[in-house]
């Protein structure tokens, strides 16, 4: 008999081509498949000719849910958790089931795929060498700008998720706290028909936004840049002359580490000041 085991499977955003041949196989081979909603995941399943048992498992069932995830998983059986699309547990329920069942003695294992904020992330043109995900910001304006006021002076590249309803009025928050100039990408509808990935500043943004309704329709991810840090100013001016011209022929970490043996300032420093100013 199979090790029991619960399984959490990343499921396509957009294209179905992305579900993984493992993920297929998981999927397929599972006694019991517990998904955000069962009619979505269902026609997923359909697709793939897969057909397995299905309960749903959301934000509020999962507790009484883990009960009976841990009685299939005590008589053997193997479990999938899977979300609507994405990666479970990011913005989306599993966290207490996930938790119950590592508790309860018995084996979560991941089945990678696709995640909308890393897929944006990697073409966004953003440092993505330190980014602070922060999901679904507040509904209401008050307490998203309350929120975004805590992340004023974040440094690393800035991540949420939003909705249709709410794209336009976020990203006027974002320009009111942030300011105008901050550089920003908007990622909608990832993998889809309509995919589109579109930079500018927050206040160009709004404008392109304003003047097509159909950019207002679909699943965004937002990416913002950074904070910059007030680093480069307490630094010597011939090392940020050097490590910059280096850059121009360098990547950010060897032109660093060469600026360092040539200034004697630390690499880390210099190496930051590139990324800030990427």
């Given amino acids: 008999m199979s090790e029991p085991v619960l399984y959490i499977v990343a499921t396509p ?14 999927l397929a081979g599972a006694d019991l498949i517990a998904a955000e909603d069962t009619r979505h995941t269902g026609r997923l399943l359909a697709h793939f000719n897969i057909k397995a048992a299905m ?14 995830v841990i009685r299939h998983l005590q008589e053997g059986d193997q479990v999938v958790l899977v ?17 119950a069942v590592r508790e309860a003695g018995f084996k979560v294992s991941p089945v ?20 602070l995900f922060e999901g679904f910001l507040p509904s209401k304006s008050g307490a998203r700008r309350q929120r975004l006021e805590a ?12 909705s249709t309803h709410r ?7 974002m320009s009111s706290v942030f300011g105008a100039e901050r550089y920003a990408v908007v990622a909608r509808e990832l993998t889809k028909t309509f995919e589109t ?27 913002v840049h950074g904070a910059q840090s007030q680093g480069p100013v307490d630094l010597d001016p011939e090392a940020l002359r050097i490590v910059r011209l280096l850059n121009e022929e360098l990547p950010p970490k060897k032109a660093a580490a060469v600026a360092e043996k040539i200034t004697g300032v630390k690499k880390s420093k210099l190496y930051q000041v590139l990324i800030e100013q990427a």
């Fill in 13 to 26: 955003i957009g294209n179905l081509g992305d579900l993984s041949p493992r993920a297929q196989e998981v």
């Fill in 55 to 68: 309960i749903s498992v959301h934000d509020h069932n999962e507790r009484q849910r883990a009960d009976l």
């Fill in 83 to 99: 979300s609507d699309a994405g990666t479970p547990l990011i913005s989306d329920p599993g966290f207490f089931l996930v938790r």
């Fill in 112 to 131: 990678p795929g696709c995640c909308a904020f890393i897929a944006a992330l990697s073409v966004s043109g953003l440092p993505s060498d330190r980014f």
């Fill in 151 to 162: 992340l004023r002076n974040e440094t690393p590249t800035l991540v949420f998720y939003e």
């Fill in 167 to 173: 794209i336009a009025s976020s990203l006027d928050d």
């Fill in 197 to 223: 990935v579109r930079g500018g500043t927050l206040a160009e943004l709004i404008d392109w936004m304003g003047a097509d309704a159909n950019q207002q329709k679909g699943e965004f991810v937002v990416l």
